[in-house]
């Protein structure tokens, strides 16, 4: 199991970055935020690159903005290995957004919301490399985990079965030692506040890739 840690609840985002470069940890998640997609704003574009240059850790981007296209753009030059949108921000243009992605060489995704209809990805399915299944509502960090999401991973993994590919998928939110074990099923765990709340942020990590 492969762990990326958000900083989104960490207060000292600095002190918390330095602390996950000396863990085993996969990515270091970066939750952006424009204050109109969710209600809430996050990072400045300034301080996502400042924490690309303190982070030894390569980016996993979850971008929750309305103009998806301009964010791609500003973040496309950091080190970036996965960068995941929401369907219902990409519309009509979610093909050449995902397409996008891929010409900087950055692996794409999908986001899902708890409320957004698995089969929704069917129509970009053959053409992504990871999906983000959201396992709380997006905006807000130190949420439950929302405990159908497990039977909504189930469902990804059939649609990805039925059509024969592989993307990595991802489940964030309210992750912790009880909920990993629901969602054993995932490539890839976002965890935030179990990790960058604890004293020991590797032994967190290592219960979190510890599934049973």
Not at 36 to 52: A, C, D, P, R
């Amino acid at each position: 199991m492969k762990i990326s840690v958000s900083i989104l609840s960490c207060k000292d985002k600095i002190s918390g970055i330095k602390k996950i470069n000396k863990t085993s940890a996969d990515f270091l998640h970066i939750d952006f935020m424009d204050g109109k997609f969710t209600e809430n704003k996050s990072l400045s574009i300034k301080e996502v690159k400042e924490i690309n240059k303190i982070s030894t850790k390569k980016l996993d981007i979850h971008l929750m903005v309305k103009r998806v296209k301009k964010y791609i753009k500003k973040f496309k030059s950091l080190n970036v290995d996965y960068m995941v949108f929401h369907i219902e921000a990409g519309k009509k243009k979610t093909k050449k957004l995902l397409k996008l992605i891929r010409s900087y060489n950055i692996k794409n995704g999908l986001a899902i919301s708890p409320e957004t209809d698995i089969n929704e990805l069917e129509e970009y399915i053959t053409s992504i490399d990871m999906i983000l299944l959201m396992s709380v509502t997006p905006g807000k960090g130190g949420q439950n985990f929302i405990t159908e999401s497990e039977e909504r991973l189930l469902k990804i993994k059939e649609l990805c079965q039925k059509y024969n590919v592989n993307p990595v998928i991802s489940v964030d939110g309210g992750i912790n030692n009880k909920t990993k074990d629901l969602v054993k099923d995932a490539d890839m765990l976002v965890a935030g506040s179990y990790i960058t709340n604890s004293d020991n942020y590797e032994e967190s990590i290592k219960i979190l890739k510890s599934i049973k």
